[in-house]
T-cell receptor, first 117, second 109 residues
Framework: GAVVSQHPSWVICKSGTSVKIECRSLDFQATTMFWYRQFPKQSLMLMAT?????????EQGVEKDKFLINHASLTLSTLTVTSAHPEDSSFYICSARGTSGRAHEQYFGPGTRLTVT | DAKTTQPTSMDCAEGRAANLPCNHS???????VYWYRQIHSQGPQYIIH???NNETNEMASLIITEDRKSSTLILPHATLRDTAVYYCIVRYTGNQFYFGTGTSLTVIP
């Protein structure tokens, strides 16, 4: 099956610094990738949709200048949390949708746990 | 995409069938029903999806009512490893997945 990886799996950073999270589709090309955020005991919240080679589309209430998304290739999307604060501590999950006619299928990464101190 | 309603939590005895219900009374004709699950601190895992007909795969069965306003995910022989949060999502093909609160299933030894 299709595999999506994330790096790092966990990261601790100091308040005010920036953190980059990578999402890779390992065995398929993904024209579209999605970024989610999940706080403890809550459901996944869609943050943004990124299409390869174009600007990401952010969900209402998500600050695009704080959460920078780059989808420069068909296998890699990155999420940069800029000027991180403790309230940004969360579980960040990406997913990817393939280029074939399998629009049904969306594959999720294992998640990245961010802790801002 | 249509909204879904699921019970907050359920228990199931190990080895028994787990039946997880989902209401999606505002579903439209072209919207699919998807089920994903999330084991603690992992990314969601695809289980099954369907449009009108009942579906079965190696993981589960999906029963969709004739009016498509509700569905049931069946795990035929629940194991402890099936303890997870199960999400029922309704969406048009190609649209994003918006997750609801899901059902927290606990399989009891």
């Amino acid at each position: 099956g299709a595999v999506v990886s994330q790096h790092p799996s966990w990261v601790i950073c100091k308040s005010g610094t920036s953190v980059k999270i990578e999402c890779r589709s390992l065995d398929f090309q993904a024209t579209t990738m999605f970024w989610y955020r999940q706080f403890p005991k809550q459901s996944l919240m869609l943050m943004a949709t990124s299409n390869e080679g174009s600007k990401a589309t952010y969900e209402q209430g998500v600050e695009k200048d704080k959460f920078l998304i780059n989808h420069a290739s068909l296998t890699l999307s990155t999420l940069t949390v800029t000027s991180a604060h403790p309230e940004d501590s969360s579980f960040y999950i990406c997913s990817a949708r393939g280029t074939s006619g399998r629009a049904h299928e969306q594959y999720f990464g294992p998640g990245t746990r961010l802790t801002v101190t | 995409d249509a909204k879904t309603t699921q019970p907050t939590s359920m228990d199931c005895a190990e080895g028994r069938a787990a039946n997880l219900p989902c209401n999606h009374s505002t579903i439209s004709g072209n919207e699919y029903v998807y089920w994903y699950r999330q084991i603690h601190s992992q990314g969601p895992q695809y289980i099954i999806h369907g449009l009108k007909n009942n579906e079965t795969n190696e993981m589960a069965s999906l029963i969709i009512t004739e009016d498509r306003k509700s569905s049931t995910l069946i795990l035929p022989h629940a194991t402890l490893r099936d303890t997870a949060v199960y999400y029922c999502i309704v969406r048009y093909t190609g649209n994003q997945f918006y997750f609801g609160t899901g059902t927290s299933l606990t399989v009891i030894p």
